[in-house]
Each structure stands twice: as structure tokens, then as C-alpha cells.
């Protein structure tokens, strides 16, 4: 008997409500073991960063962090990807344990189509970050402050965006873009280093980490927004992924809001804006990525803006950058900065979603 349509609809609606449920409270419970354990070891940065991106003084950030950098540990991104990547390992071990088991089976939502890649991407950049915090926390590496080289982190997160696009061009047989719509257009192997800068673009709004409650909030509501454009694509497994990494990310929100216990870090914000990319591309809305995403874009454009005014006119647009740290260094308090952050994430996820839901 063929189920009826409206009845694997519901179906796939329970799994997603149930997975980010689990996924929240699993992370909730398990975060006092991961707690106790970075504040047993001290795992948080020494002293605030006082150096900026192109090697001056960062005056003005050093002012505002000094006590926040060494007032909680960093590695707050283990208890995402973490949970994340325990639930989907789960519930397909489970199934193949319990082949005869039909809520196993519908509960199971790791499939080489739709799962695999953003996983991979998950765990590849999640290990990335890992070593970097490691070195930041121990002060170790080849600058001040510790931490893996710039261009060696560079390397490393083209590797996996230059890994991405091989999977999906030759192995997945992806070559055109969707125009929300419009419908799809052939672009060959343009495909591969679009791919390649979409990693890139995501990974430097990495840069958003960096008041409490601010990044937890906004890449929930990210991949929220991802997951119900997945949902309408029928990629049911897609739209449960993501919704378990946004449930992970509330649950970190959760003890993140000020004061944080804990810090993201960059074994979370690598794995978050690399899952990202992955996902924007396997339900065809990178043209919306920009949009749901614009945050990042703000966050980054700021830093390019600051950047280039200092090297070609030798002044500061910004008296900090990215943009949370300049409305910080105005005089707006950190958690007004957060929560408006929010409301504009959640506005331009919603335009984002039903852009691409055009047509």
C-alpha cells in the first residue's frame, strides 16, 4: 500500500520536530561535563588579542576584551557539532542494528544524497577550528597569541571547500545555479570555483563570534531558515540536518547569553560557516545565501571597508572592526548589539526563505 502523500508529510514533519527537540536537550544535558572540564583545564585565552587583521594595534578591541577574553573558555562549538554529529551516528547504527525496526528506519536520516557532505563538512571544519583553539589557548604557533598561521588556515579551508566541489560536480553531478524564479541555468565548470569562494566568503563571517549570545543566535535562525527551504525541496533528511544543528546551537545559546559560560571558538564557527556553504548549495539557494547569511556579509564587508581605507588613505572608517565591535566601542551595551543582530537575522532569513521559494 502506497502511503498517502499528506501522511509521509507529517511523518517527515515529527522527525524534524523530534530530531531538533533530542538534538537541544541531549546537548543541554551533557554541557555541565563539558564545562567542568574546560574550566578544570583553564582552556580560554591568556590575554585579549591586540593585534588586528593587518598587523596593527587593536587598540580599541583590546580595551573593551581584556577581562571578557580570560573570563570564560573557548571550545563552546564542541557541544554543536558534537551533538550533532552523535545524533546522526545514532540513529543509523541503530537502523542497521534493528533492520526490522520501522521507527529506526524513518528516524535515520544519514543518506549519501542529502547528509553526507554537509557531515563531512561539519567534522572537517570543526577539527580545523580544534587545532587552532588548542594553539590559541596554549599559545602556541608562529604568532603572537598562538594559533595555526593565517595562510596555513587558508590552505586548509580551501582543501575542504576544493574537496566540496569535486564531491558535488563529479560525484553528485551538480553543474547549474537556480535563479529564484527562474529556474536553473547551466554553468559548467564554473561550478567548481564558485564552490571554492562560497566556502571561502562563509568562513571569514566566522568573524561574527565575538560578543556573548551573538553567534549562537544567529546561526540558528540560519540554519532554521536553510532547513525549511530544504523541507520545501522534499529533502527531508537535508531539512532534519540542518534542524538539528540549529537545535545544538540553541542549546549552546542557552549558556551562552550574558554572562557566557563558554565561548564558541573556532572549532564552531569553522564547522558552522563550512556546514553552511555545503547546505546553501544541496538545496540549490546560493543566490539567497547572501540574504539569509547577510550578517556574515555585513560583519565582513566592514573589516574590507576598514582595511581599505587604512592602507589607501591611512584612516579608520570603524573605530573597531567588524561592525558589533565598532556599535561596542560607541557605547552600545553588548547585549542590544546581540539582540538586534538577532531581529535583523531573523528578518532577512524570512525574505531569504521566500525568495527562494519563488515559483
Known amino acids: 500500500?502506497?502511503?498517502?502523500?499528506?501522511?509521509?508529510?507529517?511523518?517527515?514533519?515529527?522527525?524534524?520536530?523530534?530530531?531538533?527537540?533530542?538534538?537541544?536537550?541531549?546537548?543541554?544535558?551533557?554541557?555541565?561535563?563539558?564545562?567542568?572540564?574546560?574550566?578544570?583545564?583553564?582552556?580560554?585565552?591568556?590575554?585579549?588579542?591586540?593585534?588586528?587583521?593587518?598587523?596593527?594595534?587593536?587598540?580599541?578591541?583590546?580595551?573593551?576584551?581584556?577581562?571578557?577574553?580570560?573570563?570564560?573558555?573557548?571550545?563552546?562549538?564542541?557541544?554543536?557539532?558534537?551533538?550533532?554529529?552523535?545524533?546522526?551516528?545514532?540513529?543509523?547504527?541503530?537502523?542497521?542494528?534493528?533492520?526490522?525496526?520501522?521507527?529506526?528506519?524513518?528516524?535515520?536520516?544519514?543518506?549519501?544524497?542529502?547528509?553526507?557532505?554537509?557531515?563531512?563538512?561539519?567534522?572537517?571544519?570543526?577539527?580545523?577550528?580544534?587545532?587552532?583553539?588548542?594553539?590559541q589557548v596554549f599559545e602556541k604557533g608562529k604568532y603572537a597569541g598562538g594559533g595555526i598561521r593565517f595562510t596555513r588556515r587558508l590552505a586548509f579551508v580551501l582543501l575542504i571547500g576544493a574537496a566540496g566541489a569535486w564531491w558535488f560536480y563529479f560525484k553528485l553531478g551538480w553543474h547549474t545555479l537556480h535563479i529564484p524564479g527562474n529556474g536553473d541555468i547551466e554553468i559548467g565548470l564554473f561550478y567548481l570555483p564558485l564552490f571554492v569562494l562560497t566556502v571561502l566568503a562563509c568562513w571569514a563571517g566566522g568573524v561574527i563570534d565575538g560578543l556573548d549570545g551573538l553567534s549562537g543566535g544567529v546561526f540558528s535562525v540560519m540554519f532554521g531558515a536553510f532547513g525549511?527551504?530544504?523541507?520545501?525541496?522534499?529533502?527531508?533528511?537535508?531539512?532534519?540536518?540542518?534542524?538539528?544543528?540549529a537545535g545544538s546551537t540553541m542549546a549552546f545559546l542557552w549558556f551562552n547569553l550574558p554572562p557566557a559560560r563558554f565561548y564558541m571558538g573556532e572549532t564552531g564557527t569553522i564547522a558552522l560557516t563550512a556546514t553552511l556553504a555545503a547546505v546553501a548549495f544541496l538545496t540549490d539557494s546560493l543566490l539567497v545565501l547572501p540574504i539569509i547569511a547577510g550578517l556574515l556579509v555585513i560583519e565582513v564587508a566592514s573589516i574590507l571597508i576598514q582595511l581599505v581605507a587604512k592602507k589607501f588613505w591611512h584612516k579608520k572608517v570603524f573605530l573597531c572592526a567588524p561592525i558589533?565591535?565598532?556599535?561596542?566601542?560607541?557605547?552600545?551595551?553588548?547585549?542590544?548589539?546581540?539582540?538586534?543582530?538577532?531581529?535583523?537575522?531573523?528578518?532577512?532569513?524570512?525574505?531569504?526563505?521566500?525568495?527562494?521559494?519563488?515559483?
Open 228 to 245: 525549511i527551504i530544504a523541507f520545501a525541496n522534499s529533502q527531508y533528511n537535508l531539512a532534519t540536518f540542518c534542524f538539528v544543528v
Open 1 to 135: 500500500m502506497i502511503p498517502h502523500p499528506s501522511s509521509v508529510l507529517e511523518a517527515n514533519v515529527i522527525k524534524v520536530l523530534i530530531m531538533c527537540a533530542l538534538s537541544a536537550v541531549l546537548a543541554f544535558l551533557w554541557t555541565p561535563f563539558l564545562t567542568k572540564f574546560l574550566y578544570k583545564h583553564k582552556l580560554w585565552r591568556k590575554s585579549a588579542r591586540d593585534k588586528a587583521i593587518d598587523g596593527g594595534a587593536a587598540t580599541v578591541f583590546h580595551q573593551l576584551h581584556k577581562d571578557k577574553e580570560t573570563a570564560a573558555p573557548r571550545f563552546g562549538g564542541l557541544l554543536i557539532w558534537i551533538t550533532s554529529a552523535f545524533i546522526i551516528f545514532l540513529f543509523a547504527f541503530l537502523d542497521s542494528v534493528f533492520p526490522s525496526s520501522s521507527l529506526f528506519h524513518k528516524l535515520n536520516f544519514l543518506s549519501r544524497e542529502q547528509t553526507w557532505l554537509p557531515l563531512g563538512f561539519l567534522i572537517a571544519g570543526a577539527l580545523l577550528g580544534l587545532g587552532d583553539d588548542i594553539l
Open 324 to 359: 558589533h565591535h565598532h556599535l561596542e566601542a560607541k557605547g552600545w551595551s553588548r547585549e542590544k548589539i546581540t539582540m538586534r543582530f538577532w531581529l535583523i537575522g531573523m528578518v532577512l532569513a524570512i525574505v531569504g526563505v521566500a525568495i527562494r521559494l519563488l515559483g
